[in-house]
C-alpha cells in the first residue's frame, strides 16, 4: 500500500507478518480482544474510534488509521472554528495517540476534502495539539469502480471493506474483528450498530447503512475467511 503525504512526499507500508483490522461494530463489546489485538505487527482501525475505557475489547495499538472525507471535514469544522479544546479531547479520547498514520484513501482531490481543507489541518495537528501522525492518502483515485470489478458487491463499498482490501495488500496474516451487520450474535445476544458512541444504543438494523450493503459484504467477509484469505473473529478471545 504506497499512500502519498503532505508536501508530496511517498510512504510504503513494508509488508507485515501480522495484522489487525478493527473495525466500530458492537459484536466487539465484551470479546476481551484487546490483548489480542495488541499482539500483532500492525493494528489498522477506522474512522478515529474511541479507545479509552474499551481497551479490554479492543486494545490500544493503532499504526494506521483510515477515515472517510466525514472524519477530516469534522476535524476540519473544529480547527476552522477554533474548537480546540474538542481536538484536544478527541485526541485523548481516540486511536490518536500513538505514531499513526491517518489514510483517506480517494485523495484531497474531491470538493469535499481538497488540499485547503488538509494542508492547514495538518499543520494545526503537527503543530498546535503535536500530534505525532503522518496524514496521508492513498493512490486510490476512483477507488469504489475498481472494487466494483473484482468484488461481488452492489453499491458503494464502506470504509470497512475498503480498509480489508488494502491490508491484504501488505499482510501476510490478517484478523479482523469489530465486522458483524446483523443485530443478533451467532450466540444470540444482541448486537449494536457501534460498539462506541451514539451509535451504541442502536442495534445493527437501526445503524445507518445508507448506500452500503454491509451485509453482501460480510457475505464476502465470512466467505474470505472460510477460504483461509483471512481470519474473522465473532466469539470471545481466549
Known amino acids: 500500500m504506497t499512500t502519498t503525504g503532505h508536501a508530496h512526499t511517498r510512504y510504503i507500508i513494508p509488508p507485515k507478518q501480522t495484522c489487525a483490522l478493527v473495525g466500530n461494530g458492537g459484536i466487539i463489546l465484551d470479546s476481551t480482544c484487546g490483548a489480542d489485538i495488541d499482539s500483532n505487527d500492525f493494528v489498522i482501525?477506522?474512522?478515529?474510534p474511541?479507545?479509552?475505557?474499551?481497551e479490554r475489547d479492543v486494545g490500544n495499538k493503532t499504526d494506521l488509521i483510515i477515515v472517510n472525507k466525514q472524519v477530516l471535514r469534522h476535524f476540519y469544522s473544529w480547527y476552522s472554528n477554533n474548537k480546540v479544546s474538542i481536538l484536544a479531547s478527541a485526541r485523548e479520547t481516540s486511536c490518536l495517540l500513538n505514531e499513526s498514520i491517518i489514510c483517506h484513501p480517494t485523495g484531497?482531490?474531491?470538493?469535499?476534502?481538497?488540499a485547503s481543507i488538509a494542508d492547514p489541518l495538518i499543520?494545526?495537528?503537527k503543530n498546535g495539539l503535536d500530534i505525532p501522525f503522518l496524514m496521508?492518502?492513498?493512490?486510490l483515485q476512483g477507488s469504489s469502480g475498481n472494487f466494483k470489478k473484482f468484488l461481488p458487491l452492489h453499491g458503494h463499498p464502506s470504509m470497512g471493506m475498503k480498509a480489508i482490501v488494502a491490508a491484504m495488500s501488505f499482510c501476510k496474516h490478517l484478523t479482523v474483528y469489530g465486522f458483524y451487520p446483523y443485530r443478533f450474535a451467532?450466540?444470540?445476544h444482541e448486537v449494536f450498530y457501534h460498539y462506541y458512541g451514539r451509535e451504541?444504543?442502536?442495534t445493527c438494523e437501526d445503524g445507518v447503512r445508507g448506500k452500503h450493503h454491509l451485509n453482501e459484504e460480510f457475505e464476502l467477509i465470512r466467505t474470505?475467511?472460510?477460504n483461509n484469505v483471512i481470519r474473522l473473529v465473532l466469539e470471545k478471545c481466549q
Open 50 to 54: 474511541e479507545i479509552s475505557g474499551f
Open 123 to 125: 499543520q494545526f495537528s
Open 45 to 48: 482501525r477506522c474512522n478515529e
Open 200 to 202: 451504541a444504543n442502536k
Open 186 to 188: 451467532p450466540d444470540g
Open 108 to 114: 484531497f482531490v474531491r470538493k469535499q476534502v481538497n
Open 136 to 139: 496521508a492518502n492513498a493512490a
Open 224 to 226: 474470505l475467511h472460510e
